[in-house]
């Protein structure tokens, strides 16, 4: 089996790994990481894509992998705003649930509300 | 010599890997950062093997910005036991 | 079986076994530095698909701003993760769950078996066009000159993350200076750290940049080393981080989209479009613009893990 | 004259590698933290150091070397940074228990 198949495989069980963590994992930054994970897997596909892609002299297709070195830095800024998002939600209530019939935890000391 | 040189990485990289994976369980949070360094260093041994064994031209500039960036876990770490800022929640009735 | 064949192999598994950890481990923390490591392998497995651009950005982001980002969270977030832990979903849900996950796998793996070989490849029209831009790296050119309105878009979004981490600041702390990551108290090893690294880091930072236009490099590799070089010196207390009411931070933050979208909008008359370069000025041109985005780039990344403002602004 | 570089390619890079696995064993047997840590920057200095030292001859030009050795030499910074921070760490039991 060629290394680019063995990375698109690898892709392929990574996506379901991060799409299982992403269902199961009660814990807000635990889905985020499961999500980072599927994103991973999605750029490995387009990396086995660019691989065999490979002609006119360059070793792989330059388009897929230009489109993930943007997806990269997108898939970045979005952890960074879920994790704010995540920070601020324990600031407020001192809980981290995603629970709809939690109710907001002991009051926070000193936060604004 | 290829085969060699990529034998030498897969070697590397299986030895600090078997010690990441028995390592991540505990029994502390710094052992943890131990393991993590470790594998970044090996890591960077192995990608240095495998990118001359295969031809990748570039590579140097791939461990060059790894090793510059080797520290900053740990350093995050030391950083993450500061005591919590003044708008957290208190530890205690975190649940 | 070559000796190739088995590193790849191994490496397979290993990258497979951290991803593993990453999602089952018990303790968040062990799960984020499960993270950091398999953020490492990947660049590894992105060296074997000859893809060393992005090797490159997933080194410098991967095992720069994100492992201070999630380490950080980790951290704050402990004992109240611990307590969500217990709100595992039940039996069935999970069995329905692996059952849906090891559907989604079977699937894409069964795409990429029957993927020809070779793939579709817009690589021979890269090539053909390549001379046009004066650059030797067709990764940059597709960033800066096929595909640019993609790449001054990605821009936006980083200034939108932006946006929407300060928006989340409690009223009276606006204007004021995010709580940067950083040390309890000053730290002798640390703060030695912070002064010998920026040095090199900025001079490799600069190098990956400006070597882009023929070479793996770019704005963002380049950019996203220059940022963790300012976090250090952040997280050693050497410097604090600015307001966000600082006229010099946001100028800084929307100068590369800003000058991206400003010479694609000169390029209507002065060249033969929307985003297009006038003849024989492409690669000044590109260099130019990838300048201000490797600034905005090293400017962002820390302000994305810097959080919110949680300083009350001086008056 | 390439044979002699081989040769000397070989037998850093086998002498480096042999650091990591040392580095490891001493990760996984040694008692305690700080035992561990010593463990780990010999591997760090070392391993690296040597398979950097192999690879010299192989790299196509002068610029390409400089860039080895710079890995090396951040990669010794870091490594004595983070043993020191992480051994503080390890002292004041860590954060967490």
């Known amino acids: 089996m060629s290394a680019p198949t063995l990375a698109g495989l690898i892709g392929a069980a990574l996506v379901g790994l991060g799409l299982y963590g992403l269902i199961t994992n009660p814990q807000p930054l635990r889905k985020i990481l499961a999500f980072n994970l599927i994103g991973s897997g999605v750029f490995l596909l387009f990396g086995i894509i660019a691989r065999k892609g490979a002609a006119a002299g360059f070793v792989a297709d330059p388009v897929p992998q230009a489109m993930v070195i943007t997806g990269i830095v997108v898939a970045f800024s979005a952890s960074a705003l879920a994790i704010a998002l995540v920070l601020r939600l324990f600031q407020e209530t001192g809980r981290v649930t995603l629970r709809p019939d939690a109710s907001a935890g002991p009051p926070a000391n000193g936060a604004d509300t | 010599m290829t085969d060699f040189l990529l034998a ?18 505990g029994p502390s949070n710094a052992d943890r950062m131990m393991a993590a360094q ?44 500061a005591p919590p800022e003044p708008d957290d929640p208190q530890r205690a009735n975190g649940g | 079986m070559s000796v190739l064949q088995a590193l790849d192999i191994g490496l397979a598994a290993l990258v497979l076994a951290v991803a593993v950890w990453t999602i089952f481990a018990r303790e968040a923390f062990a799960a984020v530095v499960g993270y950091v490591a398999y953020g490492l392998l990947l660049s590894i497995v992105w060296v074997r698909l000859f893809a060393v651009d992005v090797a490159l950005t997933e080194a410098a982001i991967g095992s720069g701003v994100t492992g201070v980002l999630l380490i950080g969270a980790a951290a704050r977030l402990r004992e109240a993760e611990m307590a969500a832990a217990d709100e595992q979903p039940s039996e069935p849900q999970r069995f329905w769950a692996s059952f849906l996950c090891v559907l989604v796998t079977l699937a894409l793996a069964g795409v990429v078996l029957s993927l020809p070989d070779p793939a579709p490849t817009l690589a021979p029209e890269a090539a053909q066009k390549l001379a046009g831009t004066g650059l030797g790296n067709p990764i940059t050119a597709v960033l800066i000159a096929f595909r640019s309105f993609d790449t001054m878009l990605e821009k936006v979004v980083l200034v939108l993350a932006v946006v929407g981490v300060w928006s989340l600041a409690p009223d009276r702390y606006w204007g004021g200076a995010p709580g940067a990551p ?112 490797t600034l905005s780039i090293a400017v962002t990344l820390p302000m994305l893990v810097a959080g919110p403002p949680r300083r009350l602004p001086r008056r | 004259m390439s044979l002699v570089l081989d040769i000397l390619t070989i037998m850093a890079i086998c002498a480096g590698a042999f650091f990591f696995f040392a580095g490891t064993v001493g990760l996984l047997r040694f008692p305690d933290a700080l035992s561990r840590l010593h463990a780990l920057t010999k591997a760090d200095n070392l391993g690296l150091g040597l398979v950097v030292l192999g690879l010299l001859p192989r790299t196509g030009s002068l610029f390409a070397s400089l860039k080895l050795v710079a890995v090396w030499a951040l990669i010794q910074l870091a490594g004595a940074t983070a043993a020191q921070l992480i051994a503080r760490a390890a002292r004041r039991k860590g954060p967490a228990p």
């Not at chain 3, 690294?197 to 882009?212: D, N």
């Not at chain 3, 003849?279 to 201000?292: D, N, R, S, T, V």
């Open chain 3, 182 to 293: 950083r040390a309890a108290r000053p730290e002798s090893t640390l703060a030695f750290l912070a002064q010998l690294l920026p040095p090199f880091g900025i001079l490799i930072g600069i190098h990956i940049f400006w070597v882009g236009a023929d070479e793996p490099g770019g704005a963002f590799q380049g950019g996203a080393i220059l940022a963790a070089m300012w976090m250090i010196t952040m997280m050693a207390r050497l410097t604090e981080a600015p307001p966000v009411s600082s006229i010099w931070l946001r100028l800084a933050l929307i100068a590369g989209p800003a000058v991206f979208l400003a010479t694609g909008v000169a390029g209507v008359a002065m060249a033969s479009g929307f985003f297009a370069y006038p003849a024989g000025f492409a690669k000044p041109l590109i260099l130019f613009i990838e300048a201000f985005m």
């Open chain 2, 38 to 81: 470790l594998l970044g260093t090996g890591g960077i041994t192995s990608l240095l093997l495998v990118a001359s064994a295969t031809g990748v031209h570039g590579v140097e500039d791939v461990a060059l910005g790894l090793a510059l960036l080797a520290a900053f876990a740990s350093v995050a770490f030391v950083n993450s036991a």
């Open chain 2, 8 to 25: 030498a990485a897969g070697f590397i990289l299986f030895t600090v890997a078997v010690g990441l994976i028995r390592i991540l369980g």
